[in-house]
């Protein structure tokens, strides 16, 4: 079974904060995707990487960076978090073309005060 | 830009009846279509998937039908249980584009004794 983790389940930061969000996939998945989601506006991608050390922005990369150094780990980093990137954040992987659905992780539900 | 849609915010079925949760899309290129299932405080669970060269698929309990022609796509569950609350959204994917998803708003769906 693909596995897909995420550090935390439960955030609560800062206005101001630097955040770290990680996850890991033990599939040996090419493709990693950042996703936020909200009431009522549903799954919007932030960034995906498709390879090791690439990355590309998806329809809401403000505010937020990336970083894939490795396979199997995709970080998303809020340089300043702000009160309107409290949400719910889902990582997911996928290895196309083998397999173009989308793994997802449990999610982090981040808080920004 | 294009995005998939959903025709009912909330449907309400008996324990028992078959569901039938309803998605249009708009991209008339994607070729490939995921349903996903979204229990609270849970990422998405993939359910069942279907290529545009086919228009019906079945797994255990679930059919997903695809109509090109209308560009609507139908999740339907037999002898929905207790257990299949939750939210549900259909994603499609152009291949063309990274296997980049595009998500629905979602449906819930509610199921009662």
């Known amino acids: 079974d693909v596995k897909v983790t995420q550090s935390s389940r439960y955030l609560v930061k800062r206005t101001g904060e630097k955040v770290f969000l990680e996850c890991v996939q033990d599939?040996?998945?090419?493709?990693m995707f950042w996703y936020r989601q909200d009431p009522g506006l549903g799954l919007r991608l932030i960034y995906f990487s498709y390879d090791v050390k690439m990355k590309e922005k998806g329809d809401i990369p403000e505010g937020y960076s990336v970083s894939r150094e490795k396979k199997e780990r995709f970080s998303l980093i809020l340089e300043s978090a702000s009160t309107n990137q409290t949400s719910m954040y889902l990582c997911a992987s996928s290895a196309p073309p083998s397999t173009d659905t989308q793994y997802f992780g449990p999610g982090t539900r981040l808080t920004v005060l | 830009g294009e995005s998939v849609g959903l025709h009912l915010p909330t449907l309400s079925v008996q324990e028992g009846d078959n569901s039938i949760i309803n998605c249009a899309y708009s991209?008339?290129?994607?070729?490939?279509f995921i349903w996903y299932k979204q229990e609270s405080g849970k990422g998405p669970q993939f359910i069942i998937d279907?290529?545009?060269?086919?228009d019906k698929r079945q797994g255990q309990r679930v059919t997903v039908l695809l109509n090109k022609t209308v560009k609507h796509l139908s999740l339907q569950i037999a002898a929905t249980q207790p257990g299949d609350s939750a939210v549900y959204f259909c994603a499609e994917n152009f291949s063309g584009g990274y296997n980049k998803l595009i998500f629905g708003a979602g449906t819930r769906l509610a199921v009662h004794p």
């Open positions: 599939m040996d998945h090419e493709n």
């Open positions: 279907i290529r545009s060269n086919m």
């Open positions: 991209n008339s290129a994607s070729d490939y």
